[in-house]
């Protein structure tokens, strides 16, 4: 028989206390506090003595290969003639030469985001043709290590472009077949000049292998809405709905209301989701008026304390206030929202099984000091525990599970 | 005599460990580890173990006696019909009628500000018909029980307009009269229709008590602008240069270049010191373009769980964080200016005796894990002990102190 827990006085989302009871890693029972049924020997009891209860954080975006997030400090330089995504990759690839090694790299991240309570990830690896499948086939293996912790979807990422990087779609191809989920792109318009191009190779891969598709899209204004909808378009074309996401989409940001809500009710229908970290200083996809018309609308920290900038906590819970805060978001529902992103919306977007507090659904879930989800949104508590199947798999920060 | 006490192995900004001599609560002498003087008798050794030592962050615009932060949650509504700041000061009145009492949440929130590190404060206090002196009596007895772990300016907030609001200018007075240390204002423009009428009655009245200025000024492009310049002129006129501070000033975030450069110039030589929170959904005053015109740019807190909002941390060090993030800093450079920003800037702003890590200085400081000031400020550490006058008096959050 499949070991049992409950776990009493959870604080749910409405406010009342609960009973969770977990067998073999799923949720068997939600009953409220003090009725749940007693088995007839009684199982192992966990008291949550009320705090809030709220299913396991999603990260929908974030780079595992190329954090220095617990390696030396490398100060961030700039570009010398403004921003240039091609002397990134160069001054990327030195740093990266002098970096401790990617595996340990990408476990501090790992269990960084696994500490603050992340147990389901969609990280984007870089291929191109000077770093051929290596990052992909390093990052595979961490992901083996960690399976038993996290969920990871893995984006091979064409961090140098398809069409301007020869042999890339064939490396694309390959990284596919190795293990990677889905098939990723950069900037169509901007980066390769030919936007039918570059989703060409991305949707037919895409089709070959059974794969998602999550796009990096930077360029902003109607340049960055008329990729929007050529991916939604080809998304319906190939019946990929639910299966494609644009990451970043910023020319959702900066398009006139009437414009959005096309663009909002288009995105809905053809079901293409958008990943938004709320950046600092430019527009980012309006998060209130895409959940209203139905897109489904995820988070992420993106880069960590990398080449591209030196920002980034591994914690979306704290992205959620960051989201509400980018957002203008006060008002309880809204924080509400903010909340979902990262959770609910997140777990949508990812397409994951079993995902949420619910009889079925895999016990992943984190605890903490809130006595609701919109003062956790606000007040970010830090002092977590992490539970994965219904085992306590991180406290207030740090991994319990030691490295495989 | 006095005691001394010596902390070892403080890392300093540059890096470099040194030993800090506190004497009498002042720093009697920094060396390099190892090498500070023996005294006769060994004086009291406290070992920081190449911590990260920084000075005291400045809390330079908060509101003391309108938080909830410690209370019940409120939940935020909006106005009914676009924001409307009577309307929020109705709300905040039912609000605050059935809140706990304003000693209590402005412990609370006081011993949030002093955990995370903040030993100075600038703290506007409402003044209107409604409340009359009611708040200032009660946040300046507060402010004399912890006198000795907090500095704290007062500033007389007319919150509800000048002329808009008879009787008003007679309760500055008497709040200066009180002991509340600068006069505030309230967008003179769109509050009280009445730019000169409104700035008559702020630079009379510290010219009267020798009082500082700080207004609240929301107003946005030209609008913003033309106030910025009446407010710079009447401080030269009256020789008020460094006891003038505009806080918010929207209008500077939302001009052209030219105009920026040419208000950034006039303010530094006016001596006119900016205050911004690098709110979250608009246009705020460039840190970087007016820090180079020379210009004191200090930050806060502003409102904390309140009526207007349910954000807000108490802590400078995520402050500088957000300044950062919203302002693209990314290179080490600019990460230190952000730092500056809620450290030395804030202590010029508010014209700080003996601030700083240096002899002489009063010993106010907060040690932290972080090997330098770029790492502080976007890992945001929350391990600090925070020392007043050389002695420790919260750790990791918490007061050491008792309520006196």
Redesign the interface.
Same mark, same amino acid.
Do not use: F
């Given at each position: 028989m499949s070991e049992q827990t409950i776990f009493r006085n959870a604080r749910l989302a409405d406010g009342s206390l609960a009973d969770l009871t977990v067998i073999g890693g799923r949720f068997s029972a939600i009953a409220p506090a003090g009725q749940a049924d007693r088995a007839a020997v009684e199982p192992a009891a966990i008291d949550l003595g009320g705090q809030l209860v709220v299913p396991a954080f999603v990260e929908g975006h974030i780079h595992l290969d190329t954090s220095f997030y617990g390696d030396a400090?490398r100060?961030?330089?700039?570009c010398t003639n403004g921003f240039d995504v091609r002397e990134r990759v160069a001054f990327q690839a030195r740093n990266l030469a002098a970096a401790a090694p990617m595996a340990e790299r990408a476990k501090n991240q790992l269990e960084l985001c696994i500490g603050n309570g992340s147990l389901a990830m969609r990280s984007h690896v870089m291929v191109d043709a000077s770093v051929e499948l290596k990052h992909v086939e390093t990052i595979l293996a961490v992901r083996e290590k960690y399976r038993d912790l996290i969920d990871i979807q893995l984006v091979a990422f064409p961090q140098s472009g398809i069409l301007s990087s020869p042999g890339t779609a064939d490396l694309l191809d390959e990284a596919l077949k190795l293990g990677c989920d889905l098939v990723g792109g950069l900037d169509p318009a901007s980066f390769d000049r030919d936007v039918n191009g570059h989703l060409d190779v991305i949707f037919g891969l895409a089709q070959k292998h059974g794969a998602g598709v999550d796009i990096h899209l930077h360029d902003s204004g109607t340049l960055g809405l008329f990729q929007v909808e050529e991916i939604a378009a080809r998304t319906q074309a190939s019946g990929m709905a639910g299966h494609v996401a644009v990451s970043h989409a910023y020319g959702l940001g900066d398009i006139p209301a009437d414009a959005l809500a096309k663009a909002g009710e288009m995105l809905a229908a053809r079901g293409v989701a958008i990943m938004t970290n709320a950046p600092? %200083?430019?527009a980012f996809p309006p998060v209130a008026a895409l959940r209203q018309a139905g897109v489904t609308v995820f988070s992420g920290s993106d880069n960590i304390?990398d080449s591209w900038?030196?920002?980034?906590?591994g914690d979306m819970l704290s992205r959620a %206030?960051m989201i509400?805060?980018?957002?203008?978001f006060?008002?309880?529902h809204e924080?509400e929202a903010a909340f979902d992103v990262v959770t609910h919306a997140g777990a949508s977007a990812l397409g994951l099984e079993g995902y949420g507090l619910a009889v079925g659904a895999r016990a992943d879930f984190v605890a903490m000091p809130a006595?609701?989800v919109?003062?956790a949104v606000?007040?970010?508590p830090?002092q977590r525990t992490v539970y994965r199947a219904g085992k306590a798999v991180a406290r207030d920060g740090k991994v319990l599970v030691p490295w495989a």
């Open positions: 400090w100060p961030h330089i700039p600092g %200083n430019h304390r900038w030196p920002y980034g906590d %206030n509400g805060y980018r957002s203008g006060y008002e309880d924080l006595q609701h919109p003062e606000v007040a970010v830090k």
